[in-house]
């Protein structure tokens, strides 16, 4: 997700950035030395129907086991919140209404779900923030309500102001939590923004002593990166970015050969048309999801498959 910070200062309002392409980004060799890596390759977009929703929909997480999609509407701080929708197939689900326990009171942002394979869910909130620096929450998911809510304890937050957890991801064993830190200087435009990988350790995300190397070529000082999505193999790692100074973004992968490997230099998914944001991959990583905005002025989900 990319969103904004209107203010640093309670009340903590967020809207989104409108993006589209970037340059391709360049290929490389495995940074082992070992064999050479492979980008996988998208084709055959397609719009995701909701039977009975109509409005914005945004950031969306794609159960592993494929029965729920997880989406926002609108993110622009408002009345943002957290909605689900019921498996048909890949491409049609039937909207099921709010997540229970999980949506404030506007003026509120709760956005950017994601759950592992034993339900339990996590989303970024500004409910207390920033007052609390803990804004990234977790809770139980069952038949559609989130019970047990409360922030997510580590060190995965930076403790200065302007700096948030702005999006981040569940493995789906539910071990590796893979997200980002942003910084806004006061303005409506991150400025900064760096992936991380923390490991669950009892119930606190502990970031791991490797993660900075693991993701040296995707934390690349001139871009702001966000949205991460962590393939269930640990082999790919789908996110989008955009340069520093501009506000044209791309969805990028960066691909392994083995969990012990960093991840190679980013390659650019070619999806068609603007605004293209917040991949997720189906469990078997058959299906990428994302959003993108469309002449409606409405943002919309769409999926395409690997080749």
Request: proline residues 5%; glycine residues 8%; hydrophobic residues 35%.
């Amino acid at each position: 997700m990319q969103i904004k910070l209107t203010s640093l200062f309670k009340p903590a309002f967020f809207v989104i950035i409108a993006c589209t392409g970037c340059d391709n980004a360049v290929k490389s060799d495995n940074p082992s030395g070992n064999t050479a890596i492979v980008y996988p390759e998208f084709t055959d977009e397609t719009e995701v129907t909701i039977n009975g929703y109509s409005m914005d929909a945004m950031e969306p997480f794609i159960a592993k086991d494929g029965t729920y999609l997880f989406f926002n509407n609108l993110n622009d701080g408002r009345n943002t919140s957290l909605y689900y929708a019921v498996r048909i197939n890949d491409f049609e689900f039937n909207f099921a209404g709010e997540i229970n326990g999980v949506n404030g009171t506007p003026p509120h942002l709760d956005a950017v779900a994601s759950m592992d394979e034993h339900n339990n869910f996590f989303f970024l909130s500004t409910r207390d923030y920033p007052d609390i620096i803990e804004n990234y929450q977790t809770g139980k998911f069952n038949n559609g309500t989130v019970t047990d809510v409360r922030p997510v304890k580590g060190n995965i937050y930076i403790n200065s102001p302007g700096w948030i957890v702005m999006d981040a991801e569940i493995s789906g064993d539910g071990n590796l939590l893979i997200y980002s830190n942003t910084h806004f200087s006061g303005g409506s435009i991150p400025d900064e923004s760096k992936l991380g990988i923390a490991e669950k350790n009892d119930s606190v995300f502990i970031k791991l002593p490797v993660s900075d190397n693991f993701l040296k070529n995707i934390n690349d000082s001139n871009y702001v990166v966000y949205a991460p999505c962590y393939s269930s193999d640990g082999k790919e790692l789908y996110f989008t970015r955009f340069r520093e100074g501009t506000l044209t973004a791309e969805i990028c992968v960066s691909v392994r050969n083995d969990t012990s490997e960093i991840f190679s230099i980013p390659d650019k998914i070619e999806i068609p048309g603007n605004v293209t944001e917040a991949p997720t991959l189906t469990g078997d990583g058959r299906i990428i999801y994302y959003h993108k905005k469309l002449s409606d002025n409405k943002h919309h989900i769409f999926t395409m498959r690997k080749k």
